[in-house]
């Protein structure tokens, strides 16, 4: 029997106000499946934003309505950009379905687009390990992810002006956030941290003001961290489902043409090599309305 797998948002809100962060992290695992099991996300579309996935452990294979196939391992990133519209699926490979006691841990997490991208045409990026700029100062040890920090930029095409970091710390090692972006953030994945004498435990994530300097010491066991922000957006954005946008109306046609299940004229395709099945419109949603932040 399989370990159990928590596919959840922890916590599903944003970094700061009009943050372009839309969640501090979607969190895969920790896992291990003993049988042949693994995860099978079904085909489901997005709008108005992007998504970066980045493992600690184990790997599955990512397909698009773009045609994309690719396989995904641990201190790589996958960045989908929605834009307009896009389709995807995430799942465990018939290949690693084979290997007994294979391990799942990972984030996932939500980017708004600017609004005057808001329907670009959809795109994704995959980065190697090897091409992820790594930091490191005494016990602490940090890969640039996403964006520009201390220096460094990741090879990854952004929207506007962001950073996201997987930090590693020893224990009683300390990692400074940078202070030149006005939104800023940490989640911990792992361990334990203290921030101004608060003591912070794994699941938690703390929100900055603009300015504060901010250091994040570990505990006695060490932490892994996600220190995250950038450019603070100036206008409103609405979420709903998997759809953001800075129009209701957009959400609206989102939802009806999802709901219409048009694969072949409509604006949504199901990925090549995933069309046999999607994650339907979910009726118990339906009498909601797009929520802001």
Not at 61 to 69: A, M, V
Not at 172 to 177: D, Y
Request: hydrophobic residues 35%; negative net charge; proline residues 7%.
């Amino acid at each position: 029997m399989a370990a159990s797998l928590k596919l959840c948002w922890r916590p599903r809100l944003p970094v700061g106000t009009a943050s372009q962060f839309i969640s501090g992290s979607s969190q895969m695992g920790p896992a291990e499946f003993i049988t042949d099991d693994g995860i099978d996300v079904r085909p489901h579309p997005h709008i108005g934003l992007g998504t970066v996935t980045y493992l600690y452990q184990g790997e599955f294979e990512h397909r698009d309505s773009l045609g994309t196939h690719q396989m995904i391992y641990p201190g790589e990133v996958n960045w989908m950009l929605a834009g307009r519209g896009v389709t995807h699926s995430e799942r465990t490979s018939a290949e690693t379905r084979a290997k007994p006691g294979q391990k799942l841990f990972g984030i996932q997490t939500w980017i708004a687009l600017p609004e005057d991208r808001e329907e670009m045409a959809p795109g994704f990026e995959h980065h190697k390990k090897e091409a992820l700029p790594v930091l490191r100062d005494g016990g602490a040890e940090a890969r640039l992810i996403l964006g520009t920090a201390y220096g460094e930029a990741s090879p990854v095409t952004m929207q506007s002006e962001t950073f996201y970091l997987d930090v590693v710390l020893s224990p009683g090692a300390s990692f400074p956030l940078p202070d030149d972006h006005e939104d800023r953030g940490l989640y911990i994945t792992e361990g334990e941290i203290e921030v101004a004498g608060e003591k912070f435990e794994a699941g938690r994530m703390m929100v900055f003001r603009p300015g504060d300097r901010i250091s994040a010491k570990a505990g006695q066991r060490g932490a892994r961290l996600m220190a995250l922000g950038g450019a603070t957006l100036n206008e409103q954005r609405y979420i709903w489902w998997n759809f953001v946008s800075s129009s209701k109306d957009r959400i609206e046609e989102a939802k009806e043409a999802w709901k219409a299940a048009d694969w072949t004229g409509g604006p949504f395709h199901l990925p090549p090599g995933d069309e046999a099945e999607f994650i339907p419109f979910p009726e118990e949603l339906e009498r909601t309305r797009p929520k802001e932040w």
